[in-house]
């Protein structure tokens, strides 16, 4: 009889583990479905952890975008300074004998620009910028390309072609980087320098341009135009093909560069304060 006193307690704790387990049971499944309130304290203090993270991801989108387009800026007029610069009037001189070409290219390129400007900007304007940038440094390796090879071949009706079409391509990838440029960039202070060196940079790229296209004649041997007949513009026909070639390749410095661009909604200023 000395095992009674143990099979009552052991009664008793079977009892108390079926109470438990029928208080358990009769419980909404809402019920046990509720977070602990530490739970919801590591929830609470998470967010704010969060909305900083995703804040700091979108500067730092932000910022690159604004180099690469400042940098594009630079490249695009290095380009058309290096490729359609003076020695391309030098070129159209010589390949054709007189100066009647070059007014006419040099026309068509004006007033296609002109006539085309308002329908770039309502179209920079009503699509997505991103997609617009890297669609239009996609295309514009078509009209670089005709240049090179109307330049290689020395057809030049090609070139009422060519210009034009680059003259467009060029318009549109400016309108589109400045107005990409200011989505990047909060209105203030900020904004003011931040276009102002864009626009340095431009002007630096109107100078290089030019530069580098002596730098390809000095590596030619023929900087001074001594080469060729005095009489029709001193510079060998050969050497201004390398030239204006070498130039037409700077395309690929600046224009691949939109492919790097990060889609991120434009900075918006916070709503001033209502005055009391």
Partial sequence: LGFLPHANRLVEALARLLARTAMGASKSPLENATPAHGALEDDMRRGPLLDEAVDADRTRKHRCNVRLCMWMGFAGTFFMQAATGPFLDIYMYKVSGSNRLVGAVESARGITQLLAAPALGMLADSVNRYQLARVQSLLRAIPVALLVYTIATDKHPLLY?????????????????????VDNIRDGPDRTKII????????????????????????????????GDQSNGGWQLSALRVTLIAGCLSYLIGEPMCLFLKQVPPLVDPPAAAAP
């Avoid at 072609?161 to 107005?179: C, E, F, I, K």
């Avoid at 630096?204 to 135009?225: K, N």
């Fill in 196 to 227: 102002s060196r864009g626009f340095s940079l431009r002007y630096v790229g109107l100078a290089a341009g030019p530069i580098l296209q002596l730098v390809v004649l000095f590596c030619l041997g023929d900087l001074h135009g001594e080469g």
């Fill in 161 to 181: 072609v060519a210009m034009p079409m680059l003259a467009v391509s060029s318009h549109l990838g400016d309108t589109v980087r400045q107005a990409l440029l």
